[in-house]
């Protein structure tokens, strides 16, 4: 059996009322951070499960509409957050990251994308389409900022809807029947 190795990471936050999130929560502002997931595969390398916020956010913000994401979503992100800086303090090589799964387009979870376009980057076709579609206002409201994904993404996702069907193990049953893989494939 191979040991494949998993840790979350943060990689800054942001602050807004709880209630935002937490049926039942508090109007008091909280700290929401933005978490990582580092994927270490003893043989194909790491792969980053989002990205966290990046000082891309900062830059994707300045100009209007994009500036009521900011002013929503107030985001902090430190000199240790920084690309290089991050890797290093959590003992990462740039070079041993093979690719990234993005659960969804939220500034969140792909801040950090500039570092990674070049590389497959898995995830929903739908949500990248939605990423791409015309209309700035509606997207911010979506909490999407184009931006933050370069164009390369592009020509290096690969689709989770197009990835092989395979049979779980009866010990699932009955909730799922069938689950996609390849995304260590890279």
């Known amino acids: 059996m191979i040991r494949v190795g998993f840790r979350w990471l943060e990689r800054g936050l942001c602050r807004h009322p709880e209630i935002a999130t937490f049926s039942g929560g508090s109007l008091c502002a909280v700290d929401f951070p933005a978490m990582v997931g ?14 966290g916020y990046d000082p891309a956010f900062i830059n994707a913000t300045e100009t209007f509409p994009e500036r009521f ?37 939220h500034g969140d979870h792909v801040s950090g ?25 509606g997207r911010v409201r979506q909490g999407l900022l184009p931006a933050l994904v370069p164009q390369a993404a592009d020509s290096n996702a690969r689709f989770f809807e197009d990835a ?23």
Do not use: N
């Open 38 to 51: 580092v994927i270490d595969h003893p043989t194909r390398g790491i792969l980053l499960f989002d990205t």
């Open 69 to 105: 994401y900011r002013w929503t979503t107030p985001v902090k992100i430190d000199a240790q957050q920084a690309w290089s800086a991050w890797l290093a303090t959590h003992g990462i090589e740039d070079s041993a990251i093979v690719g990234t799964i993005i659960s969804h387009f």
């Open 113 to 137: 994308m500039s570092h990674l376009a070049q590389r497959p980057v898995y995830c929903a076709r739908v949500g990248l389409s939605e990423l791409r579609r015309p209309g700035r206002f």
């Open 164 to 186: 092989p069907a395979v049979s779980l193990p009866s010990g699932f049953a009955p909730s799922a029947k069938v689950v996609t893989s390849w995304v260590m494939v890279a």
